[in-house]
């Protein structure tokens, strides 16, 4: 057998490395799909049903030894879906109503290879402590809010406002890399 090729449909700097650090040196092959949902669905449901259209969109046939890795993360505050943030005002607007509660963080992942197709996602739940007004600002100020589900990444300086995570820290960062482990180790044969 070939050595296993990873592909990650992903641009994501953060899953590259979280990939990196299970000892995968993915190829980084973003793909261009349509993430409209016309349908109502839970947050673990979208995550699942983007990740997969984000897999499909993959445009070429995969090889024999390749395996494709497509993921979506949403951050979800009761049901509602916290996407990126549009502005600034928008990106305030999130944090404030993430202040001093629980929300959770949803990332659906697809691993697909010529021959079969695994959807599965991992939830992890978060709270944050109160903040204020100051704190806030002076975050979304940094710009590191603006390109993130929730407006936050958790590895940055938004750590700081989690008092709390309970499930896989990875998950929140972009890529739950315990799920994906499992996966490949059941479903593919591929043990780390």
Known sequence: ??????????????????????????????????????????????????????????????????ILIAADTVVALDNEILGKPRDRQDAVNMLRS???RAHRVCTGVTLTTRYKTVTSHDTTYVTFRPMSDEEIEAYVDTG????????????????????????????????????IKEILSTEFDIKF
């Open 98 to 100: 993430l202040s001093d």
């Open 144 to 179: 590191d809010p603006m390109d993130k589900a929730g407006a936050y990444g958790i590895q940055g300086e938004a750590g700081k406002f989690v008092s709390s995570t309970n499930g896989s820290l990875n998950n929140v960062i972009g890529l739950p890399t315990e799920l």
């Open 1 to 66: 057998m070939h050595k296993t090729r990873f592909i990650l449909a992903s641009a994501s700097p953060r899953r590259y490395e979280l990939l990196q650090e299970m000892g995968i040196a993915p190829v980084v092959c973003p793909t261009d799909a349509d993430e409209n949902i016309d349908i109502p669905l839970t947050p673990e449901e979208t995550v699942e049903v983007l990740s997969r259209i984000k897999a499909n969109a993959y445009p070429e046939e995969l090889k024999e030894n390749e």
